[in-house]
């Protein structure tokens, strides 16, 4: 909050991390911003649906 921002996530990441780190193994996650926590600004559920697919093909690609 000390830089103006304000951010909230699903506690998912955490616990892909933990198993990661309990197993051993890697983990990488990402991060969308898909609504405004002023209001200003909302993405559908049906654009992340189909909005961020672009996003996990790159993504998926750069991993592999």
């Known amino acids: 909050i000390s830089l103006g921002l ?3 996530e699903m506690c998912i990441r955490d ?3 933990t ?3 309990r197993f051993n193994r890697k983990a ?5 911003v898909s609504d405004l926590m002023d209001g ?3 993405t559908s559920s049906e654009e992340r649906e189909t909005g961020f697919r672009n996003m996990v093909e790159i993504a998926l ?3 592999l």
């Open 19 to 21: 198993l990661a780190a």
């Open 28 to 32: 990488l996650s990402i991060l969308t």
């Open 15 to 17: 616990r892909l991390y």
């Open 61 to 63: 690609a750069a991993a």
């Open 40 to 42: 200003s600004a909302s």
């Open 6 to 8: 304000v951010g909230s």
